[in-house]
């Protein structure tokens, strides 16, 4: 069942977190789907434009549309990530987007005003929502990369000033979060103090908190057994973290790096347990499997209070 973003935020405000999960294939469409009708749980079904190149938007359009029917009972939304103008308007006249997010973070203030207003007006007038992102968040999405020198955090003035002036529907902040298997030195996380005052000056406005994957310590040196390469330092966000995030005004959370990373350990296991093998499908039932679990765990995890059910009634 396919709800509108606002009502989802409108009726997670404060109580829990919507998991948004990001996905390149079937195998993963049917993971977050089984594992959010596990939890009885509403989830965003994010898509980048590397995801729209990866697989043509019509098939991966389709897909989705076939999923929905056999899991009626899930509540989603579906989210067009980390999108620039064309992609964005692509997106919107696909009618397939019930939220697109314009990510003109790396323009002057103004020129990302600019940018995401245009956005905005084209996207309300089909029924759309838009997120926006102001402040730059450090790290590796897709093939976009962010060094530390480029990046800096959301300035909470700033904040109430965008929101006033574009109208976007909610707002991507920087607060110490960064995409990818990143690295937190001791002591280091989620600038809650930061987040706290944004939220102060925007009370009752849905906060999205991109990089918010766990990146399982055991995940990773699973994978490493199984012959990867990834630093023992990878580090994500811890699951108090996010409850306060929640606490203060987050509604969405983004989530990528830990599929991928459950899918280099599945593949790296079998491959390695089993090298004359070639099926991809004995690995890739398993994916989904854990794939269900991983989500399921995730969906439960982001709830305060009250049942993390979906809302009643379709707008």
Known sequence: MRLATKQLFNDAYGKYGIAAFNIFNTEQILGVFRGAAKAKS???????????NYIHPEILDNILAATEKRYPDVCFTIHLDHGDSIHCIDAIKSGCYNSVMID???????????ITREIVNRAHNEGIAVEAELGVIRGVEDRFSVEKKMA???????ALEFVEHTGCDSLAVAVGNRHGT??????????????????????????VLHGASSVSAIEVERINRAGGKLSSEAKGLEKKEILQAIRLGVCKINIATDLRLL?????????????????????????MDCLEQLVSEKCM???????????????
């Not at 003109?104 to 600019?114: I, M, P, R, Y």
């Not at 899918?263 to 994916?287: C, K």
């Not at 995890?301 to 707008?315: F, G, M, R, V, W």
Request: with cysteine; glycine share 6%; aromatic share 10%.
């Open 301 to 315: 995890d982001l709830i305060i209070s009250n049942a993390n059910n979906c809302p009643d009634e379709t707008p």
């Open 263 to 287: 899918w280099t350990r599945v593949h790296r296991e079998f491959f390695q347990n089993s090298p004359a093998a070639f099926d991809m499908t004995i690995p890739g039932l398993e994916y």
């Open 104 to 114: 003109a973070s790396h323009e002057t203030f103004k020129k990302n005003v600019q």
């Open 152 to 158: 800096y955090c959301t300035d909470p003035e700033m």
């Open 42 to 52: 509403p989830v965003i079904i994010q898509i980048t434009p590397v995801a729209r």
């Open 182 to 207: 990143y690295k937190l030195s001791p002591g280091q996380g989620l600038q809650l103090g930061l987040l706290a005052r944004i939220n102060s000056l925007l009370p009752g406005f849905p906060l």
